[in-house]
């Protein structure tokens, strides 16, 4: 069997359909290979995953990873690629048990574990940072002093499955005691704080810049970045509030992986740091630095995200 056979058929097409026609080209011209693959020996194939719009850009760092370990790994032969363009697409895949391996930000690898289909194996250094946390901005001259003083206000989050970018600040605000409801038309509600998306970090810095909204939300990381924070904005934005530090990102695996098959993948994937091919890799995967093992400090940073993350899906 050919171990760098690239079996792509489970491709989905969601949003942005023009963005996966290239790829649902391969995709026709590999299924039946991987059908005939998956009924011999399922467990055989290697499934890495990825939430993403950009199946272009992405499935190649994917396969690229899964190809370096099924070369080295005793328990699978193949590597087959799920991009899915939602949150909720992949956590309905790691339910059917379609994925062996997907990074994310805590807050998907939360909803990924509720499956109890997925564990959280690895921290990963991804951008070459091994934690990150939220900072909510507001402009330089706003009477804005305190989470308390955000009612009555609008406020601009990412996107609604981001980590640093929605979840933890929409936390610490809610348990700061201040409600919130999804912005209306543009209006404001007293006593709450009307909450919009803003897509990407530099959208939500600009909202922010130009009057639309009076707090913004960006990752402590994104705040040192040029293009999201252009030098003439540093003295137009104060930080408001730091949120808790989290783990910047996470391996998770398939909860029902043998034994012995997920300590091997384990063992290579820390070790990859160590060699040249291994960092060469790494690069290509999401500029990530390297593995490591989940640390009792990482765990219980993990810990308290996961409390509050229980909390809000059991209201």
Do not use: C
Not at 183 to 203: D, H, L, M, Q, R
């Amino acid at each position: 069997m050919n171990k760098f056979r690239p079996l792509l058929n489970t491709i989905a097409v969601g949003f942005l359909a023009a963005n996966f026609l290239a790829l649902q080209d391969v995709s026709a011209s590999a299924q039946g290979a991987s059908a005939q693959s998956a009924s011999a020996n399922p467990s055989r194939i290697l499934t890495i995953g990825r939430v993403s719009g950009n199946p272009r850009k992405h499935a190649g760092r994917l396969l690229a990873l899964g190809q370096f370990i099924v070369a080295r790994h005793e328990g699978f032969d193949n590597v087959e690629v799920v991009l899915k363009p939602h949150p909720d697409e992949m956590v309905a895949a790691a339910l059917r048990g379609e994925i062996d391996l997907i990074s994310e930000t805590v807050f998907t690898a939360l909803q990924l574990e509720k499956t109890g289909k997925m564990e959280m194996a690895l921290l990963e250094w991804k951008d070459g940072v091994r934690a990150y946390h939220s900072q909510i901005l507001v402009r330089a001259d706003s009477d804005v002093r305190s989470l308390q003083d955000l009612r009555g206000k609008r406020i601009a989050f990412e996107d609604p499955g981001s980590t640093s970018g929605f979840f933890l600040p929409y936390v610490e605000i809610m348990n700061a005691g201040v409600d919130m409801i999804p912005e209306a038309a543009g209006k404001t509600v007293p006593g709450k704080v009307s909450y919009s998306f803003g897509g990407a970090e530099i959208n939500v810095v600009g909202a922010l810049i130009r009057g639309r909204v009076d707090a913004a939300v960006i990752s402590n990381l994104d705040m040192h970045d040029d293009e999201v924070v252009p030098d003439k904005f540093v003295s137009a934005i104060r930080v408001l509030h730091a949120t808790r530090e989290v783990p910047r990102s996470m391996m998770l695996m398939r909860a029902s992986i043998k034994p012995a098959d997920r300590t091997q993948l384990e063992k290579l994937l820390l070790s990859l740091h160590e060699t040249d091919p291994g960092r060469a890799i790494l690069r290509r995967y999401f500029k990530v630095r390297k593995f490591d093992p989940i640390d009792r400090d990482a765990q219980m940073k993990i810990d308290s995200v996961r409390r509050f993350f229980h909390e809000r899906h059991s209201r």
